[in-house]
T-cell receptor, first 114, second 109 residues
Framework: DADVTQTPRNRITKTGKRIMLECSQTKGHDRMYWYRQDPGLGLRLIYYSFDVKDINKGEISDGYSVSRQAQAKFSLSLESAIPNQTALYFC?????????????FGEGSRLTVL | GQNIDQPTEMTATEGAIVQINCTYQTSGFNGLFWYQQHAGEAPTFLSYNVLDGLEEKGRFSSFLSRSKGYSYLLLKELQMKDSASYLCAVTDSNYQLIWGAGTKLIIKP
């Protein structure tokens, strides 16, 4: 089983619908992140969390919210999805004690908003 | 602003060597990463450089020059499975990761 698991892997929805993407990890890492990836662009950070009580906005947080339910779980919500939120979304984790800050990614959630 | 530049696409031949360049302009520097990403899959860690010089890891090597804001990833003895995108990312002074758009590497027989 993957150390970082995302659900759903694929989702097609309509404009205005509420969508939640879930991420769970078994790596025991404190730090968790949500990124989106669009063709021709680098990964862009949406939100990140360094522990259960810590939530921080990334560079593109508008239109998104997150919840850190436990050390192992970090969910991303789109309250009212719009077509330009169509993208590939990645959850990632990192270890506070690891000097490099290497990220471990989930397999991705492909979201299409019609 | 902060910027990471790398070529959009490169083509190389199986068995050959290819060098993928990355230049960066960031507010501070606390390390540079290379990740590999196969189409439709998650990025996976390849290398990390924080000091100038060459880091070798099997067929892959990564070089850093902090004074020039420059790095390259060198792939030797190319295999078909090396066809993927290669992402360069820099950690800035606030320990935020800035990502390049990635270089799509196509390997031909």
């Amino acid at each position: 089983d993957a150390d970082v698991t995302q659900t759903p892997r694929n989702r097609i929805t309509k404009t205005g619908k509420r969508i939640m993407l879930e991420c769970s990890q078994t790596k025991g890492h404190d730090r968790m992140y949500w990124y989106r990836q669009d063709p021709g662009l680098g990964l862009r950070l949406i939100y990140y969390s360094f522990d259960v009580k810590d939530i921080n906005k990334g560079e593109i947080s508008d239109g998104y919210s997150v919840s850190r339910q436990a050390q192992a779980k970090f969910s991303l919500s789109l309250e009212s999805a719009i077509p330009n939120q169509t993208a590939l979304y990645f959850c990632a984790t990192s270890d506070l004690m690891e000097d490099t800050g290497e990220l471990f990614f989930g397999e991705g959630s492909r979201l299409t908003v019609l | 602003g902060q910027n990471i530049d790398q070529p959009t696409e490169m083509t190389a031949t199986e068995g050959a060597i290819v060098q993928i360049n990355c230049t960066y302009q960031t507010s501070g520097f606390n390390g540079l990463f290379w990740y590999q990403q196969h189409a439709g899959e998650a990025p996976t860690f390849l290398s990390y450089n924080v000091l100038d010089g060459l880091e070798e890891k099997g067929r892959f090597s990564s070089f850093l020059s902090r004074s020039k804001g420059y790095s390259y990833l060198l792939l030797k003895e190319l295999q078909m499975k090396d066809s993927a995108s290669y992402l360069c990312a820099v950690t800035d002074s606030n320990y935020q990761l800035i990502w390049g758009a990635g270089t799509k590497l196509i390997i031909k027989p």
